[in-house]
Structure formats: structure tokens, C-alpha cells
């Protein structure tokens, strides 16, 4: 048995969580896939896999056994890559970014940069929550945020502010705030993904950090809902600016007491530290990096 061949056989059967599909994705047999499954199994003397007529689910050794996997997949790949600089980027890329950030403005760099390199494919996990690269087999990710993680290697590739957004028809209705104490006598919209504290926003001023009292209308979980809420009229937002952009560049919303912003947050293209960085990796960290830098530099 080509051990190697069946943990490659293991992860791809956990994470499509069927014989079938495993057997579709690598291009092979189910019955092959199977056998890989029941040699690799005996050969650890321990069961890594339940069956089910409609599923598949992983044992706790296949739980243990799974994070082990993916590990020695990774670190294959990356001594497979261990090649001269001037090599073409090739093989599977590992990308993770924020959802909503991911999608607006990873995602269009993406599709470009597999089209230059056709030699590359990518597998990408949108999370909103930070995950452990590591441990979930990532290359290379895109942060909004200070890295406090000393374990990974950043690459500055812009920043982008929270700020306070309306509509042009609630100002209408209701006028501006004059000053950030205001905000209490106007109605507001709250979005626990970047307020952790729903009656209340920290601002940035001339003198300093401010926290302001708010009274939210609307508390919602995402900061898509508040941006839609905002420019339906509802109420101020507090919202970071690319979350904003779209319904800004439509006149949808516009920015409010913009001398209260907050700091900048920056961008960052992050990997492991203390590894060899593959041609894949070294191409999107320039490329996206770049890219990222045209648009929030």
C-alpha cells in the first residue's frame, strides 16, 4: 500500500464526506477508493471511518487522524514545491479571507490570477472568524486587522476605516448629527460582527477615542444587513468602508461626521512563518498583494 496515495485517499473521503464523490473529485473507482480506505485502516488497526447506506462520518480516531493527514499533505506539498524561484507556479493553492471581503474583492483577483497560471488551482474557505492555518492546511490568507500571531508572516497590502454611514433620504428627514454625542437622538442600526457593544460605538476624534452612546433601532448579526438597512433609510450605520462601497458609489449612502472615523485597518496577505514559501504562494502574495494594493492602497 502506497501510504501516502491513501491519506491522500483518507482527507478526500472526509471532506466530501462520501465514498462516491471522493472517488469522482481524484478520478477514480469507488471501489478503489473503498479499498484504499479498508488497507489504510488495517494498517493502523483502528477504525477512521462510519458507513452509512446515505453517509459518511469520521470516528474519533478519523477526527484525530484527519488533522495528523492533512499536515503530512501539506508538508509533501511543500517539499514537492521546493523548486528553483524561476518555476512556474503549480498545484493546489489553500486561500482563506474574510466572507463579504473575500467575495467583493478576493475572489475577481482570484479568477485572474488562475487564469495567468493555469498550472495552479485553488481551494478557498471564506470564515469571518480567524482559523489556524496550520492545522486547517492553508497557504496563504487574506486578514483584515493587527496580527498579533507571531507565527505568521504578513504583507501590508492597503487598509480600510469603520466609519458612520446614512442615506441621503434619512438626512433628509432627520438631518446630520452635529457631533458625536448626537448619535443618541438619532436612530441607529448596530451589527454585532463589528459591534461587540450594541448600545455604544468607539470613535476616533481630534482629541482621541470617543465612546459614544447609541440607541439601535435595528440589531442585526451581519454588516450586509445593516449596510441594506442604512441605505433603505433606517438609520446610521457604523460600518467599515468597503462594506459600504457599493451602496456609496450608487448614492445609496454617504458618509457621516467623517472627522470620527476610525484608524486605519490594515489589509494583510498572511502565511505560516518558518516555512520555504512555494512559486504558488510567492505569486499570489505579489499578485493579489498587488492588486489589493490598487484598489486600498
Known sequence: MDRLDAVTVFVAVAE???????????????????????????????????????????????????????????????????????????GVLHVTAPVNFGRQHVMPLLYDFLGRHPRVDARVLLLDRVVSMVEEGLDVGVRLGRLPDSSLRATRAGSVKRAIYASPSY?????????????IQ??????????????????????????????????????????????????????????????????????????????????QIIQPAGRFTPAKVRAFIDEIGAGLRRQFG
Do not use: C, M
Open 16 to 90: 466530501q464526506e462520501s465514498f462516491a464523490a471522493a472517488a469522482r473529485k481524484l478520478s477514480r473507482t469507488p471501489a478503489a477508493v473503498t479499498r484504499a480506505i479498508a488497507e489504510l485502516e488495517a494498517s493502523l488497526s483502528a477504525r477512521l471511518l462510519n458507513r452509512t447506506t446515505r453517509s459518511v462520518a469520521l470516528t474519533e480516531a478519523g477526527q484525530l487522524y484527519l488533522e495528523r493527514a492533512r499536515k503530512l499533505l501539506a508538508a509533501h506539498a511543500e517539499f514537492e514545491g521546493a523548486v528553483p524561484d524561476d518555476h512556474e507556479p503549480s
Open 171 to 183: 438626512i433628509a428627514r432627520n438631518g446630520l448629527p452635529a457631533s458625536p454625542p448626537e448619535l
Open 186 to 267: 438619532h436612530s441607529t442600526i448596530s451589527a454585532g460582527a463589528i459591534n461587540p457593544h450594541a448600545d455604544r460605538w468607539s470613535l476616533e476624534g481630534p482629541s482621541g477615542t470617543l465612546h459614544v452612546a447609541i440607541k439601535p433601532r435595528l440589531v442585526v448579526n451581519t454588516t450586509e444587513a445593516a449596510a441594506d438597512a442604512a441605505a433603505a433609510g433606517l438609520g446610521l450605520a457604523f460600518l467599515v468602508s468597503y462594506q459600504a462601497a457599493q451602496h456609496v458609489a450608487a448614492g445609496r449612502l454617504v458618509e457621516v461626521l467623517s472627522d470620527y472615523s476610525v484608524e486605519q485597518i490594515p489589509i
